[in-house]
């Protein structure tokens, strides 16, 4: 490792640099919707502009390695890529380059690079959190046991739910498949009052952080390069988050690209476990 710790801030707001003139260079939804032709290690047809997003990020990385910094990297096109690993002490980089790419490829405001920096192999082990929401520019930052900030400004970790009529007031719901949505829709009418689908679980996470949304829950099992940075910055803002499918609610694994498990969150323990009640009939 280097005389001096890797400057994973710096890294990622330069990768979003680059990434936003990619962005501007292809403003049109047809532009956006061109396809390398390829699947990335998720699964997922891969997008020039998502294969843009990872090529900046990993700029960053392969810089870092040459500076003697050493860490596996965890990314939802290239899947793992070893940049020196040492498993006595292994430190995971996760990334989704572009979190809600279909948002990005229609134009639609919410889509984020997320990056989160971890020393062992869980949610609960990450030290870093990174998400850019590239629509409002949102700058979301998290370390652990620093708390968290939105630009540059610390998140307030007292910001307390909302509720109208018992019920959450707005809950955030991702991997809104109208299928899924039908089968957990009575489970979720009677937590929450009002449902919004932003259509990026990160940027939905990031919203709990802030105590815009009350809470959120996946309706599916989600990957964690979707949601390892900003579920770090959800509990460094006094919020909660819990992995549903996990025998420990933060024990989801960062280096399975494969969706493990549906994520929740919530400003407060109470709300957390009404949300863990919904059913995520699309996790099969």
Known sequence: MGALAPDWLGAARA???ELRGALAAAPTTVERARETGTRGEGGDRTLEIDAAAEAA???????????????????????RIDF????????YVVIDPLDGSRNAKRGLPHYALSLAVARGGTMADVDFG???DFG?????????????????VALDADVPERRVRGRLELVGI??????????SGRSLAEVAHRLRGVGAIAVSLCQVAAGRLDGMVTLRRC??????????????????VAFTRCADP???????????SPVVAARSSEGLAELARVPANGWR
Do not use: K, M
């Open 174 to 183: 991702e991997s809104a498949d109208p299928r899924w949505l039908l089968d």
């Open 84 to 91: 020196g690993f040492d498993a006595a002490d292994p430190v």
């Open 130 to 132: 990174f998400v850019h």
């Open 57 to 79: 990020v990993f700029r960053r990385l392969e810089a870092l390695y040459s500076d003697g910094h050493r860490f596996a990297a965890v990314s939802e096109e290239r899947g």
């Open 15 to 17: 990768a979003c640099d």
């Open 223 to 240: 990957r964690a390069v979707d949601v390892a940075a900003a579920q770090l910055i959800v509990r460094e803002a006094g919020g909660r």
């Open 250 to 260: 933060l024990g989801a694994p960062l280096a399975v690209l494969e969706p493990v």
């Open 136 to 152: 409002p520019g949102e700058e979301w930052v998290a370390r652990r046991g620093s708390g968290a900030s939105l630009n540059g």
